[in-house]
């Protein structure tokens, strides 16, 4: 059962960063067409992955999604966090799946857009956390 991104709004969604690299700068003065340019880089977009049935194999079928979805994502400079909380509660999951125009039933909830660069967290020795 193949995951996908819902809906036309997520497909929109996920096409930012390839508008980005689409779009025209016609001068319209005043700085305009930097400004628009600055818009679609800074955005955020939402990407909800959604599969047809809500069972293990659709749940395996998501997170294939998802690595694709990250791995195509940072080769385009982008960073992503993930926004669950409302997917797992049953009626906010239902209107996260309307609002994003899916017929699936919604299973990952991210924001993705560039970010700062930021180093990583330093992480505690092993022998500090397991005994």
């Known amino acids: 059962m193949p995951a996908y991104a819902g ?6 969604d996920f096409a930012t ?11 319209l003065g005043g700085g ?6 600055q818009l679609v880089d800074r955005s955020p977009m939402l ?5 047809g049935a809500d069972d293990r194999d ?7 999604a998802l690595e ?12 992503a966090s993930y926004l669950n909380q409302p997917l797992e509660v049953d009626s906010l999951r239902d209107s996260v799946g309307r609002e994003a ?13 560039k970010g700062p660069h930021v180093a990583h ?5 092993m022998s500090a956390v397991v005994s």
Do not use: E
């Open 7 to 12: 809906g036309a709004s997520a497909l929109l």
């Open 17 to 27: 960063p390839l508008a980005a690299l689409a779009l025209r700068t016609f001068d």
């Open 32 to 37: 305009l067409a930097a400004a628009h340019r």
């Open 47 to 51: 990407l909800c992955i959604g599969t």
């Open 58 to 64: 659709a749940w395996f079928a998501a997170g294939q």
């Open 68 to 79: 694709r979805v990250l791995l195509t994502g940072v080769t385009q400079g982008l960073t």
């Open 101 to 113: 125009g899916m017929n699936a039933h919604p299973q990952l909830l991210l924001r993705m857009g």
């Open 121 to 125: 967290s330093s992480r505690r020795a």
